[in-house]
């Protein structure tokens, strides 16, 4: 089995590093700043994306975006926590399975975040935003990922996200999913891309656990 991780709202939360970082970049580039509320809507999505829909003129998002990233490099360790339940999870995730994490974060920093919390080395892969063209919901970056493994089907692969990026994704790829309510979408949401939702990530890894078992 093959389990692939989302991070922001699946294991990790990194809220108030994100909206510290995005009020930064309002700051510096004097700029009307978005309410918390419309900053937290649009987390999942790349960094680009959210400041356009923030609104944010093509031509400058990159600036904002820049900037972000240069704060949350400094802050992101000392303001971002494990999810309760995450360290459990990726502990017996991987007993039974390979795992793997697909973030639309840089890839660079989630590295750093998950060596920093002593799960870095439960991963056989990370994928974050500059390891890929097309970001979630595409299916690339999940492809991505399973390139890391040894794939005969796509029978026992499986990922567990927070938003319908990560059940998109999923879906595009041609994998399952399993959507977690401890993150950014509501289970109204989740419920239109999978049938299968719980709590958190430890109760999705238990679920597929048991179904990993041998059957008599």
Same mark, same amino acid.
């Given at each position: 089995? %093959? ?10 939360? #990194?809220?108030?590093?994100? &909206? ?31 400041? #356009?829909?923030?609104?944010?003129? $093509? ?6 975006? =820049? ?8 802050? #992101?360790? $000392? ?19 390979? &795992?793997?994490?697909? =973030? ?6 989630? $590295? ?6 002593? &799960? ?21 970056? %999940? ?34 999913? %399993?959507?977690?309510? #401890? ?8 419920? $239109?891309?999978?049938?299968? %939702? ?14 990993? &078992?041998?059957?008599?």
């Amino acid at each position: 089995m %093959i389990i692939l991780f989302d991070l922001d709202g699946t294991l990790i939360d #990194s809220t108030e590093a994100i &909206l510290e970082s995005f009020h930064k970049a309002f700051d510096l580039h004097n700029a009307l700043h978005p309410s918390d509320e419309s900053i937290k809507a649009l987390i999942g999505h790349p960094l680009d994306v959210m400041f #356009s829909e923030l609104g944010i003129n $093509q031509e400058k998002v990159w600036d904002y975006v =820049t900037t972000y990233k240069e704060h949350y490099r400094e802050i #992101s360790t $000392q303001k971002t926590e494990l999810l309760s339940n995450a360290k459990e999870a990726v502990n017996l995730a991987s007993e039974f399975a390979s &795992l793997g994490i697909v =973030t639309t974060k840089t890839g660079k920093y989630s $590295q750093v975040l998950m060596e920093h919390f002593g &799960l870095m080395n439960k991963f056989k892969v990370l994928i974050g935003r500059e390891h890929v063209q097309n970001p979630k919901p595409h299916a690339e970056p %999940i492809y991505k990922a399973l390139e890391a493994f040894n794939i005969q089907n796509n029978e026992g692969l499986w990922m567990i996200g927070d938003t319908q990026l990560d059940l998109v994704a999923a879906k595009n790829a041609g994998i399952n999913s %399993i959507g977690v309510l #401890s993150g950014y979408d509501n289970e109204e949401t989740l419920k $239109q891309f999978t049938d299968v %939702i719980f709590s958190d990530s430890l109760e999705a890894v238990e679920y597929l656990k048991s179904r990993n &078992l041998p059957h008599n």
